[in-house]
């Protein structure tokens, strides 16, 4: 059988090839910056998350006060709102008997006494030194409640303690908020905060947690723009869901915390370990892009991906480069590829191949980019080709009519 | 020669046997709480203390006849295993402990991979943790350069999403208008207003009705004592508790700023 030849020769074919995927690439990169098509690659960001393996991560613990936990009466949380005091110092003795990189408190101490907190890690301090373990540091959450420091309730007024800025403790904000159709897929890295005449940065909680544990000032890697209010997002990696996350109770760790075999191994030594609620009347759940899940493993997940570097966007180059690269991929497929019958495959196939791209590179990289628009332009291509070869195989054929 | 091969053949074998040791059985969970004598079956040698780690495939049995007795296992998902044992014949077999942690098959991650792509159900969003959208309050702002910092006025509104207007009262055309992505309690919500004076505020959300209140935009001079005044007047309505109508509130609370500023404007 003879080979049949592609009649649009190759120039015309890599040329408008070339010049619609540029175009697309175009598109959308100026999409990426609108809601539309942000819209259509966080769906996609969302299947790669639901996709992912289950790889317990090996840097972030949680301990949480389950719903048993705080329903038992004889457990020191009493089923009371706000979480007693002396509960949750005891919980975060316990946590720090354990011999953690660093402590996260994802719990209200808005309106603890003054010197509350430091007196929480004090006892634990002795204890660890006669163990001869170091002391971890601490990220305290704020946010969630009104603070009452400066002037009574002068709402977002930060004392001197809250704004201050060192390797050992620090303050952040669980700063996860839901995209406009109420699923929670980024957190702010920080805040900035006017209290004239100064502007004061806060951390968000996960980057706080993640600044500690690399020994540094919860802000020392910050940079705000210029001018900027609020900064862009991060997004969360969810890959895994929150079963990736070791997860231990909050009566576990108060059970076991003084015991030597608990001492000598357990599953908070040298991680950062997350405590926070998960009861119900805590009610701090969200949809997330793997499910309704606690706020906890949300700044877990968040926590994890600071640690990481974040899901990384492309810049703009790169954006446009590889999005040119993968949609040529696909343009020569189809001009070596050049049956009829090879379009209605195509329809099949290149938004596998498309989708495939995009994962390959989310899996390997934690790059995150979306090649649909490209995957239509690829279309409009092929679709305008075989358009074009129908339009002169009719008009050579009437000529032919013509003629005899 | 030979003696030399045999010593490589042998360090390879030694080698391949090492690999293929069993690896150590995976930690499912720490003891931290228990009474009466638990031990690792078959050999029933090792017993169980306080904080000490098991492992999935371990087979607990209570060996002791003495009762009560109970057994409290933290798992590593966060749930916790319990045996409690008050009469003789509790607590007589043998429990095998499970590993916690499953990895997703392939098939499931394909699964889950295509039902993102395909229409979804809204996502279920529970009000009470959400908030029911915007609730501005009525407030005193303070305005530095021209421009306003809007967070005393959303204290009471949950984080999220919002489009900001200010209107000037009495007027319908709104003088400025900026999204605000708040974050509660300490977000960054500003905005431009030419000058001093009353205001209604605005905050309009996509799934929420828009809600407005009466705000007092005060310069550097005038802030202070208005807001203290203000303060006192929401303090008396604190006071109220929860069985005042929140209209009734809003309305107290406007009457107070509607008198601050006819007094700064006198």
Redesign the interface.
């Known amino acids: 059988m003879p080979r049949q030849e592609p009649r649009i020769p190759a120039w015309i074919h890599f040329g408008t090839g070339l010049i619609l995927i540029f175009i697309a690439a175009l598109v959308s990169y100026r999409l990426h910056h609108t809601g539309f098509g942000r819209h259509l690659e966080m769906v996609n960001l969302d299947a790669w998350f639901r996709g992912g393996q289950t790889v317990v991560d090996p840097d972030v613990v949680v301990v949480q006060i389950a719903d048993a936990d705080y329903h038992d009466k004889n457990e020191p949380f009493q089923h009371a709102c706000p979480l007693p005091v002396a509960g949750v110092t005891a919980l975060i003795r316990a946590v720090a008997l354990s011999a953690p990189k660093v402590i996260v408190v994802d719990l209200d101490t808005a309106d603890w006494p003054p010197g509350q907190r430091a007196a929480a890690l004090a006892d634990a301090d002795s204890a660890l030194g006669k163990l001869g373990f170091a002391q971890p540091s601490v990220a305290w959450a704020i946010g969630g409640a009104q603070e009452t420091g400066g002037g009574g309730h002068d709402t977002g007024t930060l004392n001197a303690e809250q704004i201050k800025d060192d390797p050992v403790s620090c303050f952040g904000v669980p700063a996860a908020i839901p995209d406009s159709d109420g699923v929670v897929r980024g957190y702010l890295p920080y805040l900035l905060q006017q209290q004239p005449p100064k502007t004061v940065l806060i951390p968000s909680l996960a980057v706080a947690a993640s600044q500690l544990s690399k020994g540094r000032g919860c802000t020392s890697d910050v940079q705000p723009q210029a001018g900027e209010q609020t900064p862009a997002d991060d997004l969360v990696d969810y890959s895994g869901g929150p079963e990736r996350f070791l997860h231990l109770t909050a009566g576990t760790v108060l059970g076991a915390a003084d015991s030597p075999a608990w001492q000598n191994s357990n599953p908070l030594k040298s991680e950062i370990a997350i405590i926070g609620g998960s009861f119900q009347e805590g009610r701090d759940r969200y949809v997330t892009p793997v499910g309704y899940i606690n706020g906890i493993d949300i700044l877990a997940s968040a926590v994890a991906t600071a640690l990481k570097g974040g899901v990384r966007e492309p810049s703009r180059d790169k954006f446009i480069l590889v999005d040119v690269l993968v949609g040529m991929f696909l343009v020569t497929g189809g001009y070596f590829l050049h049956r009829y019958w090879l379009l209605a495959i195509s329809f099949i196939a290149i938004p596998f191949v498309a989708f495939g791209a995009s994962f390959l590179v989310f899996a390997g990289t934690r790059y995150f980019m979306s090649f649909i628009p490209v995957v239509a332009a690829v279309f409009l291509h092929h679709l305008i080709e075989h358009a074009v070869e129908h339009w002169r195989m009719q008009r050579e054929l009437r000529e032919l009519r013509a003629r005899g | 020669m030979t003696r030399k091969w045999l010593h490589l053949i042998a360090c390879a074998a030694a080698f391949a046997v090492a690999r293929a040791q069993p690896v150590q059985p995976e930690?499912c969970?720490?003891?931290?709480?228990l009474q009466g004598s638990w031990r690792i079956a078959p050999q029933y040698v090792i017993e169980l203390?306080?904080?000490?780690?098991v492992h999935a495939g371990d087979r607990i049995q209570l060996k002791s006849s003495g009762r009560p007795a109970h057994l409290?296992i933290?798992l590593?998902?966060?749930?916790?295993f319990s045996r409690n044992c008050d009469t003789e014949q509790d607590c007589q077999g043998v429990d095998t402990m499970t590993a916690v942690?499953?990895?997703?098959t392939l098939t499931e991650?394909?699964i889950?991979?295509?039902?993102?792509?395909s229409a979804r159900q809204?996502?279920?969003?529970?009000t009470?943790?959400?908030g029911d959208g915007p609730r501005p309050e009525e407030a005193v702002l303070?305005r530095?350069r021209g421009t306003v910092?809007l967070?005393?006025a959303l204290?009471s509104t949950a984080?999220?999403?919002f489009e900001v207007a200010l209107f000037p009262a009495g007027e319908e055309r709104s003088i400025a208008q900026v999204p605000c992505?708040w974050?509660?309690?300490?977000?960054?919500c500003?905005l431009e207003a030419p000058k001093a004076g009353l205001y209604k505020l605005q905050l309009s959300a996509?799934?929420a009705p828009p809600a407005a209140v009466l705000v007092l935009i005060a310069d550097a001079p005038d802030y202070a004592p208005a807001a203290a005044a203000f303060?006192d007047a929401a303090r008396v309505a604190d006071a109220w508790g929860e069985g005042v109508r929140p209209a009734t509130r809003h309305y107290f609370l406007s009457s107070v700023l509607n008198q601050l500023a006819s007094e700064r404007v006198h």
């Open positions: 930690v969970g720490y003891v931290y709480s203390k306080q904080g000490m780690a409290d933290g590593l998902n966060g749930t916790v942690t499953r990895a997703k991650r394909l889950g991979m295509m039902s993102g792509f809204p996502p279920l969003v529970f009470l943790t959400r303070r530095t910092d967070a005393p204290r984080s999220g999403t992505r974050m509660a309690p300490h977000g960054a500003a996509a799934d303060a």
